[in-house]
């Protein structure tokens, strides 16, 4: 089993140019999340997906911020314009519901210069 | 929203028992214990959970207080491939909509 798959591993734009990120999770999680994780920090959730449908999405600041998991297998999250701010790890994680345990890709690490 | 708190660091020798606590005094009836761990530049690893009963598996135990008010995850024997961060979060195990916050952690650094 390859796990869940994100790409690129590290990317780095420069501000206000946009950014996009790709997560394969595992085959059948119908539960799809996207974290965002600073610096000596947690992960904090962004949006979960349930299947295509996004069921939580109160964290993702929507006026830059967008996701899509079209199908309800893999998942884009996309950020336009790109801000100093938005650098961190953005996570992507799968389950096979809400409730299971979460399995984590290894992160995108953008670096907004 | 039950909470945890954990310290923000230890250190442990190699081969000894490294015993991390945390506290999560609100937690409800129905909620799980759960612990991640996460190694540098790496996403967080899922290690062991638990309700009420003590819970050991090939990488750790989990001890829960009678009150479950507090737990304790145990690595038997840390080796320095065991310094990470680990996380005790509490989370209803199937079918909740509640998601957890993962919170600071503790830094746990394994010493030769």
């Known amino acids: 089993e390859a796990g869940v798959v994100q790409s690129p591993r590290y990317k780095i734009i420069e501000k206000k140019q946009p950014v996009a990120f790709w997560c394969n999770p595992i085959?059948?999680?119908?539960?799809l999340y996207w974290y965002l994780q600073n610096l000596g920090q947690g992960p904090e959730l962004l949006i979960r997906?349930?299947?295509?449908?996004?069921?939580?999405d109160s964290q993702l600041p929507k006026d830059r911020f967008s996701a899509e998991r079209l199908k309800g297998v893999d998942s884009t999250l996309k950020i336009q314009p790109a801000e100093l701010g938005d650098s961190a790890v953005y996570l992507c994680?799968?389950?096979?519901?809400?409730?299971?345990?979460?399995?984590f890709g290894s992160g995108t690490r953008l670096t907004v210069v | 929203d039950a909470k945890t708190t954990q310290p923000t660091s230890m250190d442990c020798a190699e081969g000894r028992a490294a015993n991390l606590p945390c506290n999560h005094s609100?937690?409800?009836?129905?909620?799980?214990v759960y612990w991640y761990r996460q190694i540098h530049s790496q996403g967080p690893q899922y290690i062991i959970h638990?309700?009420?009963n003590n819970e050991t598996n090939e990488m750790a135990s989990l001890i829960i207080t009678e009150d479950r008010k507090s737990s304790t995850l145990i690595l038997p024997h840390a080796t320095l491939r065991d310094t990470a961060v680990y996380y005790c979060?509490?989370?209803?195990?199937?079918?909740?909509?509640?998601?957890?916050?993962f919170g600071r952690g503790t830094s746990l650094i394994v010493h030769p």
């Open positions: 085959s059948g999680h119908n539960t």
């Open positions: 979060i509490v989370r209803v195990a199937t079918g909740g909509s509640y998601i957890p916050t």
């Open positions: 997906y349930e299947n295509e449908e996004a069921v939580d």
């Open positions: 638990g309700l009420k």
């Open positions: 609100t937690i409800s009836g129905n909620e799980y």
């Open positions: 994680a799968s389950s096979l519901t809400t409730g299971d345990g979460y399995t």
